[in-house]
């Protein structure tokens, strides 16, 4: 399946496969991900900690825009928190 990557960062940055982006940008490209039956893989930098509005902003976006998503706890998305919260090696 093809997904993109998001990363929502602490400052408020987001990333789109390493690129920066807005939330306007991002909503183009999940509706670009719904068209072609895609997925978000996502990342939150501080996941330990409460998230920002930013960071809100952009999971409210994933989340209706009702895509597959896989998180991942590392900015690579070398991994991907399974259904009991353990991070999994991503292959």
């Known amino acids: 399946m093809e997904a993109i990557r998001v990363s929502a960062l602490r400052s408020g940055a987001i990333k789109i496969d390493g690129a920066m982006a ?9 509706e670009h991900m719904r068209a072609a039956h895609g997925g978000v893989m996502y990342y939150r930098e501080g996941a330990e900690q409460a998230p920002t509005d930013a960071q809100d902003s952009v999971f409210k976006a994933i989340m209706d825009a009702r895509l597959p998503v896989s998180l991942s706890s590392k900015p690579d998305f ?10 999994q090696p991503r292959h």
């Open 78 to 87: 070398s991994d991907y928190i399974d259904g009991d919260g353990h991070s």
């Open 22 to 30: 807005t939330i306007v940008d991002l909503k183009a490209a999940l």
